[in-house]
């Protein structure tokens, strides 16, 4: 088969495929079956914040970066206009 | 007593439906009672695999809504009288099936039927997750390929967790089909090897069928490839896994075609 793959002129492909699949899959099963942790944290902010004020769940957006010695959670919270008015009637 | 077997896979395009029919047949042929369920609401395909394409009146969805009763939507394939197709409707509703209708439709075919074989649509998402949903057994097609080896990955994860015996605390019985394996491209180190896939996914192997022109012609011709070209590599591939699906000793082996000089001398890469 070396022959051929003298002729052939390139290296196997096959163990990249191999090990590129075992780095993938160690990782993505260690996160498969906890709860979404974003959705989770997103629906409840959600829900505290619409408490007082009238919001759109499509304007939250929350997005976690994982550094290597920092993490950052961004929490980005639009609010629609009238909120002022929504926020004295709910106060 | 009544097998539920779901024929799945994440990735689409890797021989799902085409495995269902060949594995319906050989499990008909067998002498076992056969129905073929295809849960691919909106694309169906397995009647057109099995050329019943101009004979379905009522469908899985039909049966589930209660608008025809089970008898009137099963359709006895002309060539073997154990082999029984429940089509699936090509309506764009996604959401017609429900668990419920599902849960009452396969205990009714339970009743009846030695092998409930479940063709599942791609992806991850409810009409895969109900055609498993009931499932004894499942076949889980794979191509030597890394993305097709990843999806398998995911819905073995969703066998182990998403099914009534896993709800349980049962097992459900899991097998790898790898479809469309290259021998020769595996031993140039092209093609992920059988004993990558399996160590990579660790579920035993149920069988290895052969990329083949046999594959595409019997379904140009709506039979199955079991049945459509006997002697043919995949057809032997699928009758050994289908043996060991009955729970018999069938040694492994890498069914290959006879390959005309000229392949050789090109080295196989005319397919």
Redesign the interface.
Known sequence: MSVLRLFAGRAASAPVARERLQILLAHERSLRGQPDLLMQLREEILAVVSRHVVLDPDKVIVRMDRGKHVSTLEVDIELPNGADRAFASAG | MAKVLVVTSGKGGVGKTTTTAAMGAALAQAGEKVVVVDFDVGLRNLDLVLGAERRVVFDLINVVHGVAKLPQALIRDKRLENLWLLPASQTKDKDALTEDGVGRVITELRKTFDWVVCDSPAGIERGAMLAMRYADEAIIVTNP??SS??DS??II?MLD?KTVRAENGERVEKHILITRYDPGR????????ID?VLE?LATPLLGIVPESQDVLRASNVGCPVTLNSPASAPARAYHDAMRRLLGEEVEMQIPSERKGLMNLLL?RRAA
Do not use: F, P, T
């Open positions: 390929e890394v080896v990843r990955d995911r994860g967790s595996a031993a140039r180190g092209e093609m992920l090897s990558d990579i080295g």
